[in-house]
């Protein structure tokens, strides 16, 4: 016949009435390893706020480079068009500006500034295709003004980032 060892029957028959006596004379020396454990845990947990600020700072500003970079380009060679096709120029500025905006919604601080001062200039020259559009000349001024907004916007963000 098989017999079935319970956990009960592994404990020994009588636990101890009290602590050992080697404990008090360690519980300073606990007491400063938590207290030390402590502090090094609330300037760790410093550091990682620090690291992950760091971390969301450098993936903003990757996102508006990326997106100022790849939209300033397309804009100054669609400005360059605007006399020859001002309906397919105010179409892609108007996406280009749209693509800024979309990244604007993640961002803050200075770094969202500089994608609206970006998507304020590709406003404006949306605004002068419309008009050349609906029969006025193009404003060349007024088209290398918002030009150099833009290219503004695109420095400001290189400082920034």
Known sequence: MR?????????PSR?????PSRLPSRLPALLAGCVLAAS????????????ASDAAG???CSVAREAMGQVADQAGAVADRIGADPAAAERELTAL????AAAEDNLGGETRARLEEAR?????????A?????GTPVD???VQRERERLSEAVQGLREVC
């Open 3 to 11: 017999r079935t060892v319970r956990a009960a029957d592994r404990l």
């Open 120 to 128: 304020a200039a590709l406003d404006g020259l949306a605004a002068e």
């Open 130 to 134: 419309e008009q050349h559009a609906e």
């Open 58 to 60: 450098d993936a903003a």
């Open 15 to 19: 636990l101890p009435s009290r602590l």
């Open 97 to 100: 500006r749209d693509t800024l």
């Open 40 to 51: 090094l845990t609330a300037c760790s947990e410093e550091q990682v706020r620090d690291a």
């Open 140 to 142: 060349r001024a007024a």
